[in-house]
């Protein structure tokens, strides 16, 4: 699991099956002093989290778990490798 903040959003009009549906924000990772590390990615948003806010993050296999069913909860083949799972409220040091 991993932090980042989200920065923006994609529009993508032809896309994979399993991603219909799925809203798509632009992430920047973050170390734990909120300091951008290693470049943004794409995720895909299962929380609905908004631009601005600081999210957890799943990549890989734990990505497509989070997202293994369509709007008809309905088990699909899913192409996502990164995943928003939850919503940071504040970091404590």
Request: glycine share 8%; hydrophobic share 40%.
């Amino acid at each position: 699991m991993y932090m980042a903040k989200v920065i923006g959003s994609v529009v993508s009009t032809q896309k994979d099956p399993s991603l219909v549906g799925k809203k798509l924000m632009i992430v920047q990772p973050i170390d734990s002093n909120k300091n951008p590390i290693r470049s943004e990615e794409i995720a895909a948003d299962s929380v609905n989290a908004g631009i601005g806010e600081y999210v957890l993050i799943v990549k890989g296999a734990g990505a497509r778990k989070a997202d293994a069913k369509n709007k008809d909860n309905n088990r699909v083949r899913d192409v996502n490798d990164c995943s928003i799972v939850g919503i940071i409220d504040r970091f404590d040091k």
